[in-house]
């Protein structure tokens, strides 16, 4: 049974720091690209960052420089590091894992982060 558990979210001041991390179990962690996803209230699940089998990042414009995506396949775990947290970053945030050269997704639960301003 795969699943991916995410944790870290919390309420936070603007301009401060979170740390979300997701545990993924039942997959072969190696193989799957890991990403961020979060989902504000009213809008569309957008991507925040991603990271490759070989650890290659990509984010969205409205986090480079402030979030940093990272992976330890020793503990199946990816992180996400949330600096200089805006109002608007305020979402619930999911992990998701894709197979390597397969259409196979599988989501977390999310968690929630709120950013007061």
């Known amino acids: 049974q795969v699943q991916l558990v995410e944790s870290g979210g919390g309420l936070v001041q603007a301009g401060g720091s979170l740390r979300l991390s997701c545990v993924a179990s039942?997959?072969?962690?190696?193989?799957?690209?890991m990403s961020w996803y979060r989902q504000a209230p009213g809008k569309q699940r957008e991507l925040v960052a991603e990271?490759?089998?070989?650890?290659?990042?990509n984010y969205a414009d409205s986090v480079k420089g402030r979030f940093t995506i990272s992976r330890d396949n020793a503990k199946n775990t990816v992180h996400l590091q949330m600096n200089s947290l805006k109002p608007e970053d305020t979402a619930v945030y999911y992990c998701?894992?894709?197979?390597?050269?397969?259409?196979?997704?599988?989501w977390g639960q999310g968690t929630q982060v709120t950013v007061s301003s």
């Open positions: 990271i490759s089998i070989v650890g290659t990042t």
């Open positions: 998701r894992a894709k197979r390597a050269f397969l259409d196979t997704y599988y």
């Open positions: 039942g997959i072969n962690f190696n193989y799957n690209f």
